[in-house]
């Protein structure tokens, strides 16, 4: 028997909850929700946040301003982007087909985009929409090329013909998950595909005017003038400075909406005016992995509890925007924020308000006990030599465990993201509790709270010779990512090249593993024989990108 998830017990326990709320409304003062956006002022950008309770809005407020160079506030109705809580919408819209039979989510992709190269196992829709295709983020792969995101103008044109060209997966669907755009662009284009209209007509006509939601659209065109929209800025050293997405692509994320039509859209799992009761019910139903297995994604949705309540939500980030959106259906309570600027935490903000007005049903956190606080004679201890490199065996990518007098730590970072608890004198526990290390007798297991696991080995760090360095100078390209990677020793230290004037120095890990900057992991590998035939590149969303040698 396929074993249930504590993840998939957790969504039943949710959408139980979906029709049986039994909050009372908590009064709160204001004044509590503007300390949490008191550093945002007249000469700043901001934020806005609208909290509501069982369907009826109980605040709309804004902070800080929509322009600076004109002098325009934010106001509770100004238009932010969304990011990737546009996700949602997105699926939203393939599931309405769904339920009008033009389609399944069970369907191979391929059906609506033969554009997607024929990987020889099946690719689904759903495995677009709950991140297990395995397919490339396609941003991802640009950022390789040296063209991140916003730094070209990018269209849903430009997304098929990089997709076009990926020759591999970085996991077998329905096998692993991984968080991509990709697939949601492809959804886009599906909907538009399918329906014979375009995604944002779609869109308005199913979704925002059935939702009274007048003040949201899709950013299918980043050239139009939008009444009322919040011009975003990133922050910095030296002030703040615009940050845009000068690009087209959408669905992933794009959607330009107020903390208002938000909280309408949330009240649709309880007063619903789109979709039917399978609608909603598929909407937060955890995906699963082939052997049955599940995760914490549903449809462009997490169903992760926050303090011990049930709730469904999503963060976005675009450029400088941020947003979080999230509704706890037993409390019936729902609170959206938006943001102009890269360093406004929006989740944080998000659960911060939704405390105020959640009160006691929320489970306080227990501060973390760390090794070292308990008494020393029941202590669980773990081997000092279980420290040291461990190779990711799917992806390459390295983790560092650290430990001194008995304290144990994950290099990089800072405490209390890098704390790690001794659970016994073979596992150890991140402090928050969403990863877990069991030592094994090959190296490392890695269980992630999303029900995923990470195997590592153990590996020895390197320590190439000026010799060794040279062997592994020459040019790589890739019709991939269409790039050419100059490799050549500078002093001590091996680098990379790159169009235009681009210069990234190589850090030693492992033997023939190097990390870089804006390259995350670079591996050079060999034939039989030992000689140099290529690399491949690993960032976080595409894990084995190759390039062959010249």
């Not at 908590?26 to 956006?37: G, I």
Request: charged letters at 20%; a neutral charge; aromatic letters at 8%.
């Amino acid at each position: 028997m396929k074993r249930m998830s504590i993840v998939l017990l957790a969504a039943v326990a949710l959408c139980g909850a979906l029709s049986a709320f039994d909050g009372t409304p908590v009064a709160v003062d204001p004044a509590k929700v503007d300390a949490l956006f008191s550093k945002w002022t007249a000469k700043t950008p901001g934020c806005a946040v609208g909290v509501a309770e069982n369907g009826k809005a109980v605040l709309e407020k804004a902070y800080g301003m929509a322009d600076l160079e004109h002098d325009v506030p934010n106001a509770a109705d100004t238009i932010f982007e969304a990011g990737s809580v546009s996700k949602q919408f997105t699926a939203a819209a393939v599931l309405l087909l769904a339920r009008d039979g033009k389609l399944s989510l069970d369907d191979p992709a391929r059906k609506y985009v033969p554009e997607l190269p024929d990987y020889g196992r099946p690719l689904t829709i759903r495995h677009l929409l709950t991140h297990t295709s395995g397919l490339r983020d396609w941003g991802g792969v640009e950022e390789i090329a040296g063209w991140p995101r916003t730094s070209r103008v990018y269209t849903h044109a430009h997304v098929l013909d990089i997709v076009s060209r990926q020759k591999s997966l970085n996991f077998e669907p329905g096998t692993n998950w991984s968080y991509c755009n990709t697939g949601y662009n492809l959804a886009a284009i599906i909907v538009s595909r399918v329906s014979g209209t375009s995604f944002a007509e779609f869109c308005r006509v199913r979704i925002f005017e059935p939702l009274g939601m007048t003040r949201t659209s899709w950013r299918d065109d980043f050239r139009r003038i939008v009444k009322g929209r919040a011009i975003a800025y990133s922050e910095g050293k030296d002030g703040f400075r615009q940050n845009m997405p000068f690009e087209n692509v959408h669905g992933n994320g794009g959607l330009l909406t107020t903390v208002g039509d938000l909280l309408r859209w949330n009240e649709n799992a309880v007063t619903q005016k789109v979709g039917d009761a399978e609608f909603l019910r598929q909407q937060v139903q955890p995906g699963t992995f082939n052997d049955g297995t599940s995760h914490d994604y549903a449809l462009g949705l997490y169903i992760r509890p926050f303090m011990g309540v049930p709730e469904v939500g999503h963060s976005g980030s675009t450029a400088g925007y941020r947003a979080y959106l999230a509704r706890f259906p037993k409390q019936h309570v729902s609170v959206a924020v938006l943001c102009n600027v890269s360093t406004g935490e929006a989740e944080r903000y998000a659960h911060q308000a939704a405390a105020f007005y959640l009160g006691s049903a929320l489970t306080p956190p227990q501060s973390p006990t760390e090794a070292g606080a308990e008494d020393a004679a029941t202590r669980p201890t773990v081997p000092a030599e279980r420290a040291g490199l461990y190779r990711n065996t799917a992806t390459g990518m390295p983790l560092v465990l650290l430990s001194r007098d008995g304290r144990w730590t994950l290099e990089g970072g800072a405490p209390p993201a890098n704390t790690l608890l001794v659970r016994s004198p073979s596992q150890l526990e991140s402090a928050g509790g969403g990863r877990r290390f069991d030592f094994t007798s090959g190296g490392l297991r890695v269980g992630n709270r999303n029900g995923t696991v990470e195997l590592y080995e153990r590996v020895e760090r390197a320590e190439p010779t000026p010799a060794d360095l040279a062997r592994l100078a020459g040019t790589y390209s890739s019709d991939e990512a269409e790039t050419v990677l100059e490799v050549a020793v500078n002093g001590s230290a091996l680098v990379v090249k790159r169009r235009p004037d681009t210069t990234i120095a190589l850090r030693p890990v492992y033997r023939d593993g190097f990390t870089a900057p804006g390259l995350g992991l670079v591996r050079f590998r060999r034939d039989a024989s030992g000689a140099v035939t290529g690399l491949s590149v690993g960032v976080d969303r595409v894990w084995d990108l190759r390039f062959e040698r010249r």
